[in-house]
Nanobody
Framework: QVQLVESGGGLVQPGGSLRLSCAAS????????MSWYRQAPGKERELVAT????????TYANSVKGRFTISRENAKNTVTLLMNRLKTEATAVYYC?????????WGQGTQVTVSS
């Protein structure tokens, strides 16, 4: 079964940090690009960060560049999003996405709330 399971969301104060993780199964993880998206209430889903299948290339939305880091461990079929210096506008449901020659799959999402 092709599946992505996110974890690590929660409530954090502005300026704080969170680490999101995404565990993959059912497909060839090492041949798949991975991305994190987020969707805030009343807004469209937006791309946050992407990492290539080997981990050698990463891209970020301008709004998170320099504060968020995406990484992956192909031996463990996991991708991580480290979020530092969080702002209130980062409040959203964060989704993990995988895509490759086999197709694409989404996780169920994890809620991140940045509030004092």
């Amino acid at each position: 079964q092709v599946q992505l399971v996110e974890s690590g969301g929660g409530l954090v104060q502005p300026g704080g940090s969170l680490r999101l993780s995404c565990a993959a199964s059912g497909f060839t993880f090492s041949r798949s690009a991975m991305s994190w998206y987020r969707q805030a209430p009343g807004k469209e889903r937006e791309l946050v960060a992407t990492i290539s299948s080997t981990g050698g290339s990463t891209t970020y939305a301008n709004s998170v560049k320099g504060r968020f880091t995406i990484s992956r461990e192909n031996a463990k079929n996991t991708v991580t999003l480290l979020m530092n210096r969080l702002k209130t506008e980062a409040t959203a449901v964060y989704y993990c996405n995988a895509w490759g020659g086999w197709g694409s799959v989404w996780g169920q999402g994890t809620q991140v709330t940045v509030s004092s």
